[in-house]
T-cell receptor
């Protein structure tokens, strides 16, 4: 079945440093979504990427979808303590409503 | 909008007992999803419904797990009998199909933290 791999599993940075998490799918995706889960909280939708090679920005966050629609990345510039949490990518196959989540990257920040 | 509502928020039970988790999706959403989250296995989809009909239950671990959606505003996930390895956070999420070829975002509830002793 479809698998979505996400690396790294953990990342610890100093406040102000950049952070990147990578997501790879075993199959070509229709689209990919990113979610953030704060410690003790629930996943919250961040963004959806649909087009091959698409790049979207939300303030300090930059999301990319690969040309082959099999990989994606999330980059945070100049991390802040509010960025702490686990970031999940979730892949979607054509015509499906079912998300296949990656394992998540847990980000911790040293203030 | 109150968002997705789940109850109880915490449940502690003994092995062998029946556990029922409840979910009220966002009004107007026609998809409902049940997930389980553990440190070891991450976030796993157990089952999802469309218009109250179960579409994919391939993630349900075994016959001890069952889910129902008797109407558009209520769903239950039942574990009978419960086992210690069922300890996890169970999330319910709902979404509205945005349109052909698109996948709408999923809105997660706060989760139920289940501990089976």
């Amino acid at each position: 079945g479809q698998q979505v791999m996400q690396i790294p599993q953990y990342q610890h940075v100093q406040e102000g440093e950049d952070f990147t998490t990578y997501c790879n799918s075993s199959t070509t995706l229709s689209n990919i979504q990113w979610y953030k889960q704060r410690p003790g909280g629930h996943p919250v939708f961040l963004i959806q990427l649909v087009k091959s090679g698409e790049v979207k920005k939300q303030k300090r966050l930059t999301f990319q979808f690969g040309e082959a629609k099999k990989n994606s990345s999330l980059h945070i510039t100049a991390t802040q303590t509010t960025d702490v949490g686990t970031y999940f990518c979730a892949g979607v196959n054509q015509g499906a409503q079912k998300l296949v989540f990656g394992q998540g990257t847990r980000l911790t920040i040293n203030p | 909008d109150a968002g997705v509502i789940q109850s109880p928020r915490h449940e502690v039970t003994e092995m062998g007992q029946e556990v029922t988790l409840r979910c009220k999706p966002i009004s107007g959403h026609d998809y409902l999803f049940w997930y389980r989250q553990t440190m070891m296995r991450g976030l796993e989809l157990l089952i999802y419904f469309n218009n109250n009909v179960p579409i994919d239950d391939s993630g349900m671990p075994e016959d001890r797990f069952s889910a129902k959606m008797p109407n558009a505003s209520f769903s239950t996930l039942k574990i009978q009998p419960s086992e210690p390895r069922d300890s996890a956070v169970y999330f319910c999420a709902s979404s509205f199909k945005a349109g052909r070829g698109h996948t709408d975002t999923q809105y997660f509830g706060p989760g139920t933290r289940l501990t089976v002793l």
